[in-house]
């Protein structure tokens, strides 16, 4: 939206999502990001109607509006519905699709629909483009948006050799089911390696305090597992090995060249749903980038603490295949593309535009 700015500044915003995007632009746009960050088929399916009557009321503000151009970003689920519903509707206006949705993942034979409903997609991985091209859909990789907001987030510092960072995720959901798992993983490495330490990376304040209540419940004393409020970006470069929720934590990780393993865990209807759904060899975003499995990955049941244990103290107690990961990250991270996916997204849109 910035970039856009800085290009047109006439343009004018309207619609939804989170804090930052209001505050770009102003009265038009709504925040309801932490209403909309519903996770899972299962938990959808709960909230059916709240989201019916959002998509309804968006509906109408855009053929109220009439915009020149619709930008979706992500979000798959309500957006591809929506872009279905304007095409309709308002056939002059021009649809964007920013972070293309996963559907090579999970419901390829969408694509089709999506080559003759949108206008552009803007992709974030490389390999997405040829999959969208080849159905006929005009695709641009624009290097993804991680890369330029980590520029300014490194630091001069060195890894604390007996530091391992806890990153649970940035929901309360994520935390509830992810956290308990990594302080009783933190407990049996303590048992026989004291002097290590643990760093937990909460992403909220309110977050922060779910987890020190999580590490009471366990009846760990609170000075065992110290945990920060936005730390994260600081805790990669400090530790010397982490355990990463799944998500777009685990290509901060990579792409910091923090050598860690993958947590996933989802309710149980809803990992049974999504195991006849997706076609995926793997869950991590590196691994899927990577196309082999460079960071071990524990998902549901295997996401307990003994497999957790024996995985990072190996990568405490084994420098050689530390590094040798380390490498692996940095160079699959290196496939994201560089500094500009910002800019270069917004080009594409003016282009329209013009």
Not at 62 to 69: H, R
Not at 168 to 177: Q, T
Not at 186 to 193: K, P, Q
Not at 276 to 294: C, F, P, Q, S, W
Request: glycine content about 6%; aromatic content about 8%; overall charge negative.
């Amino acid at each position: 939206m910035e970039a856009l700015l800085a290009r047109v500044p006439a343009i004018s915003f309207h619609g939804a999502g989170g804090p930052a995007m209001q505050a770009v632009a102003g009265n038009g746009l709504a925040n309801w990001v932490e209403d909309a960050a519903v996770m899972g088929i299962w938990e959808v399916l709960k909230h059916y109607q709240w989201f019916k009557q959002r998509f309804n009321e968006m509906l109408a503000e855009v053929e109220e509006l009439k915009p020149d151009v619709l930008i979706l970003i992500d979000y798959p689920g309500f957006n591809l519905r929506l872009a279905y519903a304007v095409k309709k509707r308002l056939p002059n206006t021009k649809i964007v699709y920013y972070i293309s949705p996963q559907v090579w993942a999970w419901n390829k034979g969408r694509i089709p629909r999506m080559a003759e409903t949108l206008d552009l997609m803007l992709c974030i991985f490389p390999f997405e483009k040829e999959i969208f091209e080849s159905a006929g859909l005009a695709t641009v990789f624009t290097g993804h948006p991680l890369v330029d907001e980590l520029e300014d987030k490194r630091e001069d510092v060195s890894r604390e050799q007996d530091l391992i960072g806890l990153f649970p995720g940035s929901r309360e959901r994520e935390v509830s089911r992810l956290f308990p798992v990594m302080v009783e993983t933190a407990r049996r490495i303590l048992s026989y390696n004291p002097e290590w330490k643990f760093e937990a990376a909460a992403a909220s304040e309110a977050l922060a305090e779910r987890m020190r209540d999580i590490v009471q419940n366990a009846k760990l004393p609170e000075s065992l597992i110290t945990i920060k409020t936005g730390s994260s970006y600081s805790l990669m470069q400090r530790a010397t090995s982490g355990v990463v929720a799944s998500g777009t934590a685990t290509l901060e990780a990579a792409a910091l060249g923090l050598p860690y393993c993958l947590v996933y865990k989802i309710s149980w209807p809803t990992w049974a749903i999504g195991k006849l759904l997706v076609k995926l060899d793997y869950i991590g975003l590196v691994n899927i980038l990577a196309g082999e499995e460079i960071v071990e990955e524990f998902i549901q049941g295997d996401a307990e603490p003994g497999r957790i244990e024996q995985s990072i103290s190996r990568l405490m107690n084994d420098s050689g295949s530390r590094e040798a990961l380390r490498q692996k990250l940095l160079t699959t991270a290196a496939k994201l593309g560089d500094c500009g996916a910002h800019q270069r997204a917004a080009s594409e849109v003016v282009a329209l535009l013009e």
